[in-house]
Nanobody, 119 residues
Framework: QVQLVESGGGLVQAGDSLRLSCAAS????????MGWFRQAPGKEREFVAA????????SYADSVKGRFTISREKVKNTVYLQMNSLKPEDTAVYYC????????????WGQGTQVTVSS
């Protein structure tokens, strides 16, 4: 079983930055895709960003392009989400996810980390 543990969330002011981390354990990742999703109160879970574990291929939701950057550190089996210029609308629980390959459904999910952006 793959386990994903998010960290780095917190309460910040609009315009601030946060870096979320997602540590993976249980098995190694080769061709896996890693993604970040978020869910605000009363809304559906939405895609934020994804990265191919092996390679530099990335994908972003239009709402975060130019502000968020996804990256991974293989030696730590960790994926990051650097969030800059945060807005109150970014407030949500952020979830890390992993899928077997790029373009597939995500099989594993973390417990989520709360990000709250105040005005």
């Amino acid at each position: 079983q793959v386990q994903l543990v998010e960290s780095g969330g917190g309460l910040v002011q609009a315009g601030d930055s946060l870096r979320l981390s997602c540590a993976a354990s249980g098995r190694t990742f080769g061709t896996y895709a890693m993604g970040w999703f978020r869910q605000a109160p009363g809304k559906e879970r939405e895609f934020v960003a994804a990265i191919r574990w092996s390679g530099d291929t990335t994908s972003y939701a239009d709402s975060v392009k130019g502000r968020f950057t996804i990256s991974r550190e293989k030696v730590k089996n960790t994926v990051y989400l650097q969030m800059n210029s945060l807005k109150p609308e970014d407030t949500a629980v952020y979830y890390c996810a992993a899928g077997p390959r790029w373009g597939s459904e995500y099989d594993y999910w973390g417990q989520g980390t709360q990000v709250t952006v105040s005005s």
